[in-house]
């Protein structure tokens, strides 16, 4: 965990603009976040779900609307695919959230970018 100490020195330390700032926290919880999923295995809150809602609309979604764009004979109903895939991959990254809740896996952290 010296990884996180040097990091927090590092935004300690720094002394430029508020905008400049502003990204380079950003990063640093980044770089955190992900040292604490990898070795930890903790999460913040909904990590699962944003994760499984891009999977859910890339894997499930545009396949789910391209094959109702084929079988309808119009491919304008490919958009019909992406809500379904959404709701799809929320759904299941929810259950996981939730199991990583009850484990003690999740922390009390939820970071908007």
């Known amino acids: 965990m010296d990884t996180i100490n040097k990091d927090i020195e590092v935004l300690n330390s720094f002394s430029g603009a508020n905008k400049d ?3 380079l926290l950003i990063k640093k919880q980044t770089k955190i ?4 999923e990898k070795e930890l295995k903790l999460v913040r809150k909904n990590h699962y779900m944003t ?3 891009s999977i859910g609309m890339a894997a499930f979604g545009l ?3 391209a094959a109702f764009g084929v079988s309808l004979g119009n491919m304008a109903f490919i958009g019909v695919g992406l809500p ?5 991959g929320m759904a299941y990254g929810t259950t996981l959230d939730k199991k ?3 484990e003690g896996k ?5 970071i908007t970018f």
């Open 84 to 88: 379904l895939g959404i709701a799809l």
């Open 33 to 36: 976040l992900q040292l604490l």
């Open 51 to 53: 994760l499984w809602m």
């Open 63 to 65: 396949p789910m609307g």
């Open 106 to 110: 999740q922390l009390n952290v939820d």
């Open 21 to 23: 700032f502003l990204k």
């Open 100 to 102: 990583a809740c009850e």
